[in-house]
């Protein structure tokens, strides 16, 4: 049987900062993941905040800069906000932070998963290279996205999600802002054009408890930017995905199991940023999961605290905004300007308890701070 003193599973930016963290602290890492190359598919809009350019460095990765973000209400009215941050090739992205892992010692491989977890004997079964291989570990980081298989064998729930579906298309214009589209055509969402030099990620997002149809709408938004110009006919690529928005788990780490990114439910409830949070989480996991080897007892904890510090506020806040917005969707107040200005990051009245009825004030963990602008964890990914 093969032992490491840390298993990740999953090796997206989460699952392999993780890796990385705890392999520079000297401790033996296996990695693994489903995908034959790590990064592909891309499931998403490949935009970074301005921080994170810092794991963007390697050529290949930054395809463009952008300045700001303009948002289109459903009347025509447009909010410009500033926005600065990067697009970026997402599939580099994740294949630069798995090459430094590696650099430090961790093992990764691909095409690989679990088919069996025993947490008590802490023994994950991988399929890897046609054979079912018990790996015997220390500490486990999930890292396997929002139908994480860690959790559903632990016995968790899963995690409320939304659908999201996208196109690669030319640009016919150069642009350096994102743009956004909020209306009742895309309920519980909203829909996105993301510019990559001369070309462009255009996608939307909806509950699927509200409709199950992405295809339609996206069709008809491809064809009107079509007809306007802005983008070509032909569609190079399609992907989309599942995005948790039900906010974090209620416990981030079970027994020797650590939770990060997507499948600790750090991705943005409204907005579907989730690369950022990703990275920090897995570089939290991989220094907690160090530390509890070198002997400190309350690195789980402390790991729990330091997200919750700097998430939970804006992941509980965009939670009730959800919730107080979905009695509303097919209903008239879908395609009212106001509705839309209380649901979204763009406009001072999402951050106004006033404008939310009926919605609980989020708990803060700093009830002496109060928040009118966007935290990190808003910030669309």
Not at 52 to 69: H, K, L, P
Not at 256 to 280: M, N, Q, S, W
Not at 285 to 308: H, I, K, N, P, V
Request: glycine share 10%; with cysteine.
């Amino acid at each position: 049987m093969k032992t490491v003193d840390v298993l990740v599973v999953g090796l997206g930016p989460g699952g392999a900062s993780a890796a990385r963290r705890a392999a520079e602290a000297g401790h033996s890492v296996l990695g693994v993941d489903r995908r034959r190359v790590l990064g592909e598919p891309v499931q998403c809009a490949e935009f970074i905040p301005t921080p994170m350019g810092a794991y963007a460095r390697e050529a290949g990765i930054v395809e463009q800069g952008i300045t700001g973000m303009r948002t289109l209400l459903p009347s025509g009215t447009e909010q410009a906000s500033a926005f600065p941050g990067l697009m970026i090739n997402r599939a580099e992205f994740d294949r630069a932070i798995a090459r430094e892992a590696e650099r430090n010692g961790a093992e990764l491989w691909t095409a690989s998963r679990m088919t069996a977890l025993d947490p008590v004997a802490r023994v994950a079964t991988i399929r890897h290279q046609g054979s079912d291989l018990p790996i015997a570990y220390r500490v486990l980081v999930a890292a396997d996205g929002p139908h994480s298989t860690t959790a559903a064998r632990l016995g968790l729930p899963p995690l409320e999600t939304l659908l999201t579906r996208q196109y690669t298309v030319p640009l016919h214009q150069p642009l350096d802002d994102t743009v956004i589209w909020l209306s009742g055509e895309y309920p519980g969402g909203y829909a996105w054009l993301f510019p990559k030099g001369t070309t462009a990620n255009l996608g939307l997002g909806i509950d699927p408890r509200l409709s199950a149809d992405l295809k339609g709408p996206l069709e008809r938004l491809h064809r009107d930017l079509v007809a306007l110009g802005r983008v070509g006919p032909e569609v190079r690529q399609r992907t989309g995905g599942a995005i948790p928005i039900g906010g974090l788990r209620a416990r981030l780490h079970h027994g020797r199991a650590l939770f990060v990114g997507d499948a600790a439910g750090l991705t943005h409830p409204i907005t579907g940023a989730g690369i950022a949070a990703a990275v920090i989480s897995g570089e939290l996991a991989g220094r907690a999961a160090g530390d509890f080897l070198d002997g400190d007892t309350d690195a789980f904890d402390a790991y729990d605290e330091d997200l919750r510090d700097q998430f939970e506020v804006a992941l509980t806040r965009a939670v009730q905004r959800r919730q107080a917005l979905y009695p509303l969707w097919h209903t008239p107040a879908a395609d009212d300007d106001d509705t839309h200005r209380r649901g979204w990051v763009a406009f001072a009245d999402y951050f106004d308890p006033s404008r939310m009825p009926g919605a609980p004030t989020p708990r803060s963990l700093h009830p002496h701070r109060t928040q009118t602008a966007p935290q990190p964890a808003e910030v669309l990914t």
